[in-house]
């Protein structure tokens, strides 16, 4: 099991330290953990076997943490560092190094460490201020978090504990608004919230906390039902474990906006068979029933109309973005869906030969510009394009047109002729049982369309496309694995525009 340990919990669960630790020791993330559900906190304790193995997100999310914590530094520039040690003693040297640097005089320390009540922690930055110390608690989130404070609390606490004198605590987190125009403006990339007056409101409640998890630590398991806090605020990773007993087709299967599954699961309705339907609205309901009586419905009515709204020539687009808390290019927002990818097939009439053609980005450039030159040769502007939640596509080159104005006419002209597949799906005028209420791609494809499947590919999702790109950066001097990797992105990105032109055929089939 690969575990991603937070700073804090780095130091005091290194193998030789960890056995000293007494059974109730708490850091920040245990702490926070703990506030979230004290199951999970005593489950990671003491059985942290039955953990998940830790998902890819939960790597990326920590990457994507450190390099914001790393450029939040840029806020107050030119401060002592005190690094991470991981060694027997690395607790004790944190401590001393950030003692050394407030004595010296330092005003802006990194990664400063504290303990204080048996709890080590590091503050991201601590400025020092007109009034004492300033806290400021980085975080990649794009607005004030409910749980940032909490966190922040846990710090002031044991700060002023330490005796350290605390005048204010911030949240720095990043302005979802910011737009990079050149070099990185780092004062315009992250909002800093002063949260000073609630975190010193939460001072007892941190306290009160603290005890409660120390004393149900020294206690058997608690007995903790499922319950929307496994996700809130964070997805639980002992969810493989707590949630054993839900089976297939459940409550918590039901698709769309509706009936509270937790509300059915309270009154012991789990499976959907024994949903009364009139708690269920049309969509949920058609989903129960189907599932019931293993049942598919065409309304082929619609299907013609749907139809009738495409003309050939047809092209049948796809992109893959990836996307960064820290703009890399001009013109790009904090979490914009850059493209650098697209797979695009194409017929000139009905049941007409399928082309094909695609573009990958190489890695460490701005792929926009050469996507969209490729592009431009390759879709005319009057034809008819296809794609599987249009949404997404229309925002891609909606971005693109204004990054690259001369363009924008031509690009707008696709927008304007472009039609969504997943209409027919969403709108359930097609509804197989075996969607499961779903109307992704992902699950539509292997019901309709049984001999294609993500299956067998490297690549099996917009995610892991995702991480491939980055990945064929730190390939570039492995030309064997980057040739790999480029295979498995096109490989992955051309079976996305194949699906669509299977599920149009399929379609036609159907009426
Ligand atoms: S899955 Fe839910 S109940 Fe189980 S430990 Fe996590 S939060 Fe608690």
Known sequence: MRTIKSKEDGNVLSAKSAKKKPSNYLSKSLYIRGLQCHKSLYLEKFHRDLKEETAAEAQERFDIGNMVGESARGLF????????????????????????????????????????????????????????????EVKAGTKLDPVYVDDAALQYYILTGAGIKVGKAFISHINGGYVRKGALDVQKLFTSEDITKQVKEKQLFVIEQLKKQRRMLKGKLPKIDIGPHCSDPYECDFCDHCWKHIPDDSVFDLYGKGVNPFDLYAQAIIKQKDIPLDLLNRAQRQQVVATAKKQNAVDKKKIREFLKTLSYPLYFLDFETFMSAIPLYDGVKPYQQVPFQYSLHYQNKKGGKLYHT??????????????????????????????????????????????????????????????????????????????????????VLPVLVPQLSYEDLEIADGGAAMDAYHQMGAAKDNPEELAKIRENLLAYCKLDTLAMVRILETLGELI
Not at 369 to 382: G, H, S, V, Y
């Open 77 to 136: 520039p030119d401060g002592v560092l005190v690094p991470y040690i991981e060694t027997e003693n690395g607790v004790a040297e944190q401590l001393r190094l950030t003692s050394e640097a407030m004595k010296k005089g330092s005003k802006v320390i990194y990664e400063a460490s504290f303990q204080y009540d048996g709890i080590f922690v590091k503050v991201d930055i601590l400025h020092k201020g007109s009034r004492g110390w300033e806290i400021y």
């Open 358 to 443: 695609e573009f990958l980005a190489n890695s460490g450039i701005d792929p926009r510009k050469p996507l969209l030159e490729k592009m431009l040769t390759e879709i005319p502007d009057d034809v008819c394009i296809l794609t599987y939640n249009m949404t997404f596509e229309k925002r891609v080159l909606t971005e693109l047109s204004t990054q690259f104005p001369k363009h924008k006419k031509a690009i707008e002209k696709w927008t304007d002729n472009m039609q969504d597949l997943m209409v027919p799906f969403r709108q359930r005028d097609v509804y197989f049982w075996k969607f499961k209420g779903s109307y992704s791609i992902k699950n």
